[in-house]
């Protein structure tokens, strides 16, 4: 049993009538001769560990080295006067807050980068909360997500160096549209669909960080890109479909990423990086 | 590429390609050289050269050639506790040709010896080790890992792959390469299992085996 494409992962879980999630870790068992539980128990202490970044970042007291970056997600947490929607906006304050622990030289889980640590564990941990989900069924929900990142590593990147954001920010999200597809029982298909959806919307996206760090855009940008996976995953379960399917959606990514000048990935020598304020940051930083 | 290389790893931030894969990078170095480090060099190339400083891949290199892991709270901390240690660290950029936009250029010297490594960070802290002083290799450090120089002459590979089958040790990858015909080879040999220290012991004690490095899988 192996997947390379995410085709090849869905008709796998739709032949043996196997949730994606089952899927991917029966390959992985295949691949690697470890036990079930030991891998079962390797992505469980993953989700321990994203639980521990989202509760330190939703208590606030993080500034990064720059002092850029730290204290929104308490900010969103703490004010009254927003827009309703209790469940998207626990979503974006968990991404927020696993992105600050991350820019604060804290300890997370890169899934499947650093820059993108916040947004699985946003939705899943949210979703979990709200749907009275077992650590078992996240579990597996991290699973679902890691194989489609995989696909995505294989066939393309996931450096924002070598494809820019939309393979940092832009597959995070698809990965956790994918996962929580799975999570509110949506079939293999769905999850295809959501992913192919999520990261369609976010191709094209330039990793042009000031002064080069993981702060500006990037934390901001988990909390957007989260709630983008919701967005994909409401159409999915919906029956929504995306006409490109998504593997063809990351050949184009590909094609995007290598078509994007270096300038625009991770290099800082362009766009928000060189705008008047981004510079000014830079100076002041090497000072 | 495993769930765990895409779910992972767990580790001190900012970013997997800037700390974490270099953080493992200097560790591979330090277990490559293997002896007292009295001073270091690294050079920072590409994305690495542009940012090196705000994504504090100066303290992960440094972390690593201290033998810290990436998930090492001590990372932050890294240039103070080489300090600490004696060890001079001179950081510079490089511009190199045809390599991954994320790479290191390291030498370690100490004891009148030195060790140069190149290699890259290559996404989601996933590394690919490409050269050992004049060694073109290919080390993911994935799995456990043994470098062995030896003479270039008929035999030799076959004596190594005996001694880890008498341990039964399931060779996964091997790579040979040497400079010229019958001087100095160079073999990779990426294991399966965790190989115990009576076998890389056997293995220094061959003959014709000049020196045996082993990297464990991180």
Known sequence: MDYATIKELIELAEKEG????????????????????????????????????????????????????????????????????????EVIINALAVAEVNAGMGKIVAGPTAGSSGIIPAVVLALG??????????????????????????????AGAAGGCQAEC?????MAAGASVELCGGNPNMVGQAFALALKNLLGLACDPVAGLVEVPCVKRNGFAASHALTAAQMALA????????????????????????????????????TPTGLAIKERLNQ | ??????????????????????????????????RKIEAAEIFFHGSFAETYRGHGTDRAVTGGILGF??????????????????????YQTIKLKEVHPNTLLIKLSGKGQSLTMLGSSIGGGNIIVNLIDDYQVNISGKLPTIWVLHQDQPGEIGVITSVLGSYSLNIAFMQVFRKKRGTVGSSIIELDHLPGHAVLRRLEDIKNILQVRYIPPL
């Not at chain 2, 974490?20 to 591979?28: F, H, Q």
């Not at chain 2, 090492?72 to 001079?88: P, W």
Request: proline share 5%.
């Open chain 1, 18 to 89: 196997l949730p994606i999630s089952e899927v991917v870790l029966r390959v992985e068992i295949g691949e690697t001769e470890q036990s079930r539980e030991e891998i079962w128990q390797a992505m469980l202490e993953n989700l321990g560990v994203m639980r521990e970044s989202v509760a330190t970042g939703r208590a606030g007291q993080i500034k990064s080295p720059s002092g850029l970056v730290g204290g929104d997600a308490l900010k969103l947490r703490v004010n009254n006067t927003l827009i309703p929607g209790n469940f998207y906006r």
């Open chain 1, 170 to 174: 832009g597959v995070a999200s698809a």
């Open chain 1, 239 to 274: 029956g929504i479909e995306s006409i490109i399917p998504p593997d063809e959606v990351i050949e184009a990514m590909h094609q995007i990423g290598c078509l994007m000048p270096a300038s625009l990935k991770e290099t800082a020598l362009a766009g928000l990086a060189v």
């Open chain 2, 69 to 90: 892991k990436p998930d090492d709270e001590r990372i932050k901390d890294s240039r103070q506790l080489a300090r600490e240690r004696g060890i001079n660290i001179a």
């Open chain 1, 129 to 158: 909360e709200h749907l009275q989900l077992s650590d078992a069924q996240l579990t597996a929900g991290l699973f679902t997500a890691a194989g489609l990142g995989n696909v995505v590593a294989k066939r393309a990147t996931l």
């Open chain 2, 1 to 34: 590429m495993g769930v765990f290389d895409i779910m992972g790893p767990i580790m001190i931030g900012p970013s997997s390609s800037h700390t974490a894969g270099a953080a493992k990078l200097g560790r591979i170095a330090s277990l490559l050289f293997n």
